[in-house]
């Protein structure tokens, strides 16, 4: 089944115009993901890659039917462009931009919420379903369908996860990418329930990093899981006042410290792993088989 996306969502891109959304936009479709419009005011009646574009948002949902939007504009434009996919019914705005305005986000969050919209991001990869749907900026060369979630704040760790669960055999479900911002539309407490429901994902794989509380926050909902869940946080040696990579991740004080992060998630019952390789020993501890058979990678593909 999958969650979030799958080979029956009907994407939009806003922002499809640009030169990084026309070219996120072929990868996607090269993919298999049904992106089945575009939109960038006064260019309605364009193509790009065959897609037909739209002045709004309104007027895509009305023509094609779309449900979902990844969007691919500068920042300061984030937040009128998602609140206008969230008012024009859509159940899922993926947000690629980094560096929201923090007062943006929250306006965002509130939107939303009212609309019934779950929103990705900001600073996010993506989310990606193997072999059914890709949405955003995920290179799809180490991702196989499989029986494995995985919840990040970081892009290149969701790459590195699912290289270790491809390799290993198990695959994965869903991959989602939740964004490395300091204010997220969606939580691990919102998606984690999710994957907990979804009958073809039998462990959930989460990783964080340093800065926020979002992680500790997790604690109800790995508690309340009734599918294991591997954890694994990034940022143990980093030091505090240092942002490192994302906007979120920086130690401020005593908040957001990896030890803090990792005590509040084996406390809850997750999995702890302090490597990658430490996922698929543990999950075979578990009791779970892979999926496939393990894969290594030759010649830049993933094969047996």
Do not use: W
Not at 78 to 93: K, P, Q
Not at 132 to 152: D, Y
Not at 177 to 188: A, F, R
Request: hydrophobic share 40%; charged share 20%; glycine share 16%.
């Amino acid at each position: 089944m999958a969650i979030l996306v799958d080979e029956n969502s009907r994407v939009l891109v806003q922002g499809v115009t640009g030169r990084t959304g026309r070219f996120h936009t072929g990868r996607m479709l090269s993919y298999g993901t049904r992106i089945v419009a575009g939109t960038s005011p006064g260019k309605g009646g364009q193509e790009v890659g065959g897609v037909p574009v739209y002045d709004t948002v309104a007027e895509a949902v009305e023509a094609t039917g779309a449900d979902v939007s990844v969007l691919f504009l500068p920042a300061r434009f984030v937040l009128d462009s998602a609140v206008e996919a969230c008012r024009a019914g859509l159940r899922l705005v993926v947000v690629v931009p980094e560096h929201i305005p923090v007062h943006d986000m929250l306006r965002l969050r509130e939107e939303s919420q009212k609309a019934g919209t779950r929103v990705i991001g900001g600073n996010t990869a993506g989310i990606i379903s193997p072999g059914k749907c890709n949405v955003g900026i995920i290179p799809p060369l180490a991702f196989e369908r499989g029986r494995v979630g995985t919840l990040s704040r970081s892009g290149s760790i969701t790459y590195y996860i699912a290289d270790t669960l491809t390799r290993s055999g198990y695959g994965e479900s869903t991959c989602v990418g939740m964004g490395g911002d300091p204010v997220l539309g969606s939580t691990y407490n919102d998606l984690l329930p999710l994957f907990d429901t979804d009958d073809e994902t039998d462990a959930v794989v989460i990783t964080g990093e340093i800065g926020g509380i979002y992680e500790e926050l997790a604690v109800p909902a790995i508690e309340s899981m009734t599918k294991p869940v591997v954890a694994m946080i990034g940022g143990i040696y980093a030091p505090p006042g240092k942002r490192m990579g994302h906007a979120g991740a920086i130690v401020e004080g005593r908040m957001g410290t990896a030890k803090n992060k990792l005590e509040a998630l084996e406390g809850a019952g997750a999995h702890i792993a302090k490597t990658f390789e430490d996922i698929p020993r543990i999950l075979g501890e578990l009791g779970l088989e892979p999926a496939n058979e393990p894969h290594v990678v030759e010649g830049g593909r993933v094969g047996g």
